[in-house]
């Protein structure tokens, strides 16, 4: 029953550690009970099978964790209209696994090294798993530890140096170090060591803060320019309405609502992920010859020196079936068809300018490790209510210019903004600030859209870009680069944003060196696992030679 309630114990502290209603600061603790609990098990405890009792233990716990934080994914859809709890079940119980997986992996290891390794072994693998799970076709880093601080900018100004993944060691040594300095009272029962070690743990918590605190305080980079920016926000039911509604009703009311707001001289527009054409997609062969994309073209006529940039639904036709990209399929013409969620820039008498998104939303966008599951599954993806389909994406990222003025934007599609390391190469492309488009209408009135908008934050303090976030229903946003919601839109308005955008140049340390502290933690990772290998090697031989 005690280590239940451990376990009980942690699982809340994570789900009320996160944002955006909860409080960070009972993350320094969350993974203690678990700490303590494994401990107990491996030591004291008369278990028959103690691997097993950890592990499920712990499942228990990530599995509230899972759900309660990410819950609302059960607002997504199936065809009929009906709440898909695929969408649900899938992340949760599989995320849940992983993270226990990695925590049976640190007592394994603890149980064969003993607890002073098996806290450097669980840092390591913890770090490196965060690492793998922002990279791998099942990516979902949504529980990244660094993340639960992304509602309080003040204090994490830092991750201009280390990231969201410097937020998640912090996080990490601060659990250990509080693990390690109960195991020390629980052994001795001295004062002093216990009051040097809180000592020390205050330090670990405060001291980033004060450096967080000064870097707000003194914030004085100067921004190369400056532009208007106007965020539209259809409020487009994306089960419904925008695939039974035209495609040129569709464009009309956006353009309709651009034009109601333009009040004053506009750089940017910016209108929300796959906001054009509505049902369909546009064949890029044929761009300059879309009648949608030709009266975008036509509204800017009217407004001399403004550029429009959207999120649209994309394709590219192939006439055979030679060097096709491994997501292109094959159409009922025998045509092959490879689909995109992209990213435009329009402007008069010049070619239009696409990006495609990157980080796909894994079983909605990107069939995972296709070649291996489509023999098994077929066409059985997960469906939150997008494509079925795999998407084509980009390898690099890019930078759309603006003839009229200094404007580099970094076209940023909906799911992107989660991924620290990923968005820098934005910056390095040249973008001197960031256009986030996205719909986040999937969910419904839930925490996932007001988290993907926090998460967004963090990207504005790592590399001190300015963000316009134009949201199909909302929360559509500006980010200043304190990460600080200067002004925002209401959830389900229809209606758009005007900001005055400031234009940065140069590049953070974290811009430069991305997730340095991960890469360091996996090679730690690689080292103890060869220091375990080679013990156990090096035993045999000795135990051999005896």
């Known amino acids: 029953m005690k280590h239940l309630l451990l376990t009980l114990i942690a699982a809340m502290l994570l789900s009320v550690s996160w944002p955006t209603y909860g409080v960070p600061f009972f993350i320094f603790i969350a993974l203690v009970p678990l700490l303590v609990m494994e401990h107990d098990i491996s030591k004291f405890s008369k278990y028959r099978r103690k691997s097993w009792v950890v592990f499920g233990l712990t499942y228990i716990c990530f599995v509230i964790w899972n759900v309660v934080t990410t819950g609302w994914l059960y607002g997504s859809k199936n065809p009929d209209g009906s709440h898909s709890m695929m969408a649900v079940l899938f992340p949760v119980l599989i995320n849940s696994l992983l993270y226990s997986l990695v925590f049976q992996c640190y007592h394994w290891y603890k149980n064969a090294q003993g607890t002073y390794?098996?806290?450097?072994?669980?840092?390591?693998?913890?770090?490196?798993?965060?690492?793998?799970?922002?990279?791998?076709?099942?990516?979902?880093?949504?529980?990244n530890l660094g993340n639960s601080f992304s509602e309080h900018p003040k204090l994490i100004q830092w991750y201009d140096t280390l990231g969201a993944t410097g937020g998640s060691f912090w996080i990490l040594i601060i659990?250990?170090?509080?693990?390690?300095?109960?195991?020390?009272?629980?052994a001795g029962r001295k004062r002093k060591s216990l009051i040097i070690n809180s000592s020390v743990i205050a330090l670990l918590i405060a001291v980033p803060m004060i450096?967080?605190?000064?870097?707000?305080?003194?914030?004085?980079?100067?921004?190369?320019?400056e532009v208007n920016v106007l965020m539209l926000q259809p409020e487009l039911d994306p089960y419904n309405e925008k695939y039974q509604k035209d495609s040129i009703t569709i464009q009309n009311e956006l353009l309709g609502l651009a034009e109601e707001h333009s009040t004053t001289k506009i750089d940017y527009y910016i209108a929300p992920e796959t906001a054009i054409p509505g049902r369909g997609s546009i064949s890029e062969t044929a761009?300059?010859?879309?009648?949608?994309?030709?009266?975008?073209k036509?509204?800017?006529?009217?407004?001399?020196?403004?550029?429009?940039?959207?999120?649209?639904?994309?394709?590219?036709?192939?006439?055979?079936?030679e060097n096709l990209p491994k997501e292109a399929y094959q159409t009922s013409s025998g045509a092959w068809v490879e689909s995109y969620n992209s990213a435009v820039q329009i402007i008069p008498n010049q070619k239009v300018e696409v990006y495609h998104k990157g980080k796909l939303v894994p079983g909605v966008e990107i069939f995972p490790y296709m070649s291996y599951l489509k023999p098994l599954l077929g066409d059985a993806m997960i469906n939150l209510g997008g494509t079925v389909a795999s998407l084509g994406?980009?390898?690099e990222r890019v930078a759309f210019s603006n003839p009229y003025n200094k404007g580099k934007m970094a076209p940023i599609i909906c799911y992107e903004s989660i991924y620290g390391e990923f968005v820098t190469d934005y910056v390095k492309k040249g973008a001197n600030f960031f256009a986030i488009m996205t719909n986040d209408s999937w969910w419904g009135v839930t925490e996932g859209h007001r988290q993907l908008l926090s998460y967004a934050r963090m990207r504005s303090i790592e590399t001190r870009r300015e963000i316009a976030r134009a949201a199909n229903s909302g929360i559509s946003a500006h980010i200043n680069a304190l990460g600080e919601i200067e002004e925002d839109t209401l959830y389900g308005d229809k209606t758009a944003l005007f900001a005055k955008i400031k234009l940065y140049e140069g590049e953070t340390f974290y811009t430069r060196t991305g997730d340095f502290i991960s890469r360091v933690c996996m090679f730690a990772f690689g080292f103890l696992l060869f220091y375990l290998i080679f013990n156990r090697i090096k035993t045999k031989m000795d135990s051999k030679k005896a």
């Open 117 to 143: 390794w098996g806290l450097a072994f669980f840092v390591s693998i913890w770090m490196s798993f965060e690492k793998f799970h922002l990279n791998w076709e099942l990516t979902w880093p949504w529980l």
């Open 175 to 186: 659990n250990i170090f509080i693990f390690y300095t109960i195991r020390i009272w629980q």
């Open 211 to 225: 450096i967080s605190i000064s870097k707000y305080n003194n914030f004085d980079e100067k921004p190369i320019g």
């Open 287 to 296: 761009f300059e010859k879309s009648q949608l994309l030709n009266t975008v």
């Open 298 to 321: 036509s509204f800017l006529t009217k407004h001399p020196k403004s550029v429009f940039a959207s999120g649209i639904s994309s394709h590219k036709y192939y006439l055979n079936s």
């Open 393 to 395: 994406i980009d390898k």
